[in-house]
């Protein structure tokens, strides 16, 4: 299942930069185009960041994380880039 969270964590971050590059790039430059992404990047993504969420509550017992890496762990699903910070810093020497 970790390497599971693992391959989540970074289709999340990929689909969190994608969101933002269709909503700062392309809608800027044409937005009918950024229109018809924006229901499914945004539908990817969430799917994504659900399943990051639940593997994280999922394996928070089986990692022995405490309060304090959970919560890391949880907010950088919130902040560019974290979920890449998380896969390296985390789940690479659990693995």
């Given at each position: 299942?970790?390497?599971i969270?693992?391959?989540?964590a970074i289709l999340e971050g990929?689909?969190?930069l994608v969101l933002f590059a269709n909503m700062l790039i392309i809608k800027t430059n044409n937005p009918e185009l950024y229109h018809t992404l924006l229901r499914p990047l945004g539908m990817?993504?969430?799917v994504l960041f659900i399943g990051y969420i639940v593997l994280a509550f999922l394996?928070?017992?089986?990692q022995?994380?405490?309060l304090k890496t959970f919560g890391i762990i949880l907010i950088a699903s919130l902040i560019p880039f974290g979920t890449f910070y998380i896969e390296k810093k985390y789940l690479e020497t659990n693995a």
């Open positions: 299942m970790l390497k969270f693992k391959v989540t990929i689909s969190y990817t993504h969430g394996l928070k017992k089986s022995n994380w405490d």
